[in-house]
């Protein structure tokens, strides 16, 4: 180990300091034998290897390290463990608190959705001299340890530079630093961006002969705790327990939600390698590739898996009931969630099948989560969602 560490020591002296880096606020700049491990079983590249060297210590060959894993916590009835899972009647997810009197428009309203995440790298971009975050897909918290998104927002070269990846809870507005109401006097509370420590793609993901992709889910364990306040929540997945189908007043999350005008909430990222049809990148004004640099919200009808055959011409297949479509309204903006982030229902008029999130005891339920679609908006075609009562023992196993 020594003479891998003089080794070591000798490439790093080589190197500018412009490539050593600031350890966060989470890692320790030390002699990570983790990592010279690797480097000497060929699981690392030098170029990696740099990439986490201390800007401070450059002589010595230091090296930044995540903190070593606290001691594992299972406990699925203590809101600090991994293995946490919110229930309704607990009141600890799907809960809300509006802080704008707006009304109606696309862009949603701060703090209606609390449970939303964007997901994305971090580069240092020396022209700047600073950082830069470059958010790629939505997602949404679970517990205060994990977020919930899509398989495909992370490829191998994404899972290999997993010291670059982030999660961004609590944000509203992507091109401000603080994000305030209307007139200054109320603000929400600072956003949180947390390192990703381990993502867990569904092992079955992968293209579908038929078009699009299957098992599009994964799990991102983050490197601290999320600190939950008024604008960042769990929100509630559908579990299928008595007080939650009570809730919403409905029986089951098949047929009894057809029809039901579901929200799918994003800054509009639609960019995948999985849409049906031609792809046009766009990027806001913060340099990332979403859509709208403010939340937005869409309502979209949700479809029998019968009707979202005959809408994608029988080209994909609904039968095992592992994913769902919504949407499919000529004319409507149907692109406006996020690769990764949520569908989700509340209670809802029966006869129009309109969401009601203002009554009491309402709730927020996440049935599905995006996967791929059409990027031509208000084609016709609806987005095509990983459906998550088909996951909830996946998700609870890989919970840890």
């Not at 991994?82 to 309203?109: M, T, W």
């Not at 959705?113 to 700047?128: D, E, H, I, K, W």
């Not at 029998?304 to 011409?313: I, Q």
């Amino acid at each position: 180990m020594r003479e891998a560490m003089m080794y070591v020591i000798l490439m790093l002296l080589i190197i500018s300091t412009t490539q050593a880096r600031d350890c966060y606020s989470n890692e320790e700049c030390t002699d990570c034998n983790d990592l010279l491990q690797k480097f000497r079983n060929g699981e690392l590249t030098r170029s990696q290897l740099v990439d986490d060297q201390c800007r401070s210590t450059k002589s010595s060959g230091f090296t930044c390290c995540k903190p070593a894993k606290e001691v594992a916590n299972n406990d699925q009835n203590d809101e600090n463990s991994p293995a946490y899972l919110p229930r309704v009647e607990d009141h600890k997810c799907g809960q809300f608190l509006d802080s704008s009197n707006i009304v109606g428009g696309e862009d949603a309203k701060p703090g209606r959705y609390p449970f939303t995440a964007v997901l994305g790298s971090r580069y240092y971009n020396s022209t700047q001299d600073k950082y830069i975050y470059t958010w790629r897909c939505g997602g949404t918290i679970i517990n205060r340890w994990y977020i919930l998104t899509a398989a495909h927002c992370y490829t191998s070269s994404n899972i290999r530079a997993i010291s670059k990846e982030y999660v961004n809870v609590g944000d509203y507005d992507l091109s401000t630093e603080k994000d305030c109401l209307p007139g200054g006097r109320t603000c929400l509370e600072p956003n949180q961006i947390i390192l990703v420590q381990e993502v867990k793609n569904n092992k079955d993901f992968r293209r579908s002969p038929r078009g699009g992709v299957d098992y599009d889910i994964s799990l991102v364990k983050l490197t601290k705790k999320i600190e939950t306040n008024k604008y960042v929540r769990f929100v509630c997945l559908p579990l299928g327990l008595p007080n939650e189908l009570r809730r919403l007043n409905i029986n089951n999350y098949e047929q009894d939600i057809i029809g039901v005008r579901a929200h799918a909430i994003g800054w509009g990222y639609t960019t995948t390698n999985f849409t049906l049809d031609s792809n046009e990148d766009s990027k806001s004004k913060t340099g990332s590739k979403f859509a709208k640099d403010i939340q937005q919200k869409v309502d979209l009808p949700i479809l029998s898996n019968n009707e979202c055959e005959k809408l994608f011409d029988n080209r994909l297949s609904f039968d095992d009931g592992k994913r769902m479509c919504a949407g499919g309204e000529q004319g409507k903006d149907s692109c406006k969630g996020d690769s990764g982030g949520p569908l989700v229902i509340n209670k809802f008029v029966k006869s129009t099948k309109n969401l009601v999130p203002d009554q009491e005891e309402s709730v927020w339920v996440q049935v599905g989560l995006t996967s791929f679609g059409s990027n031509k908006c208000g084609s016709g075609k609806p987005g095509v969602y990983t459906r998550i009562t088909k996951y909830i023992d996946w998700i609870k196993q890989n919970l840890n």
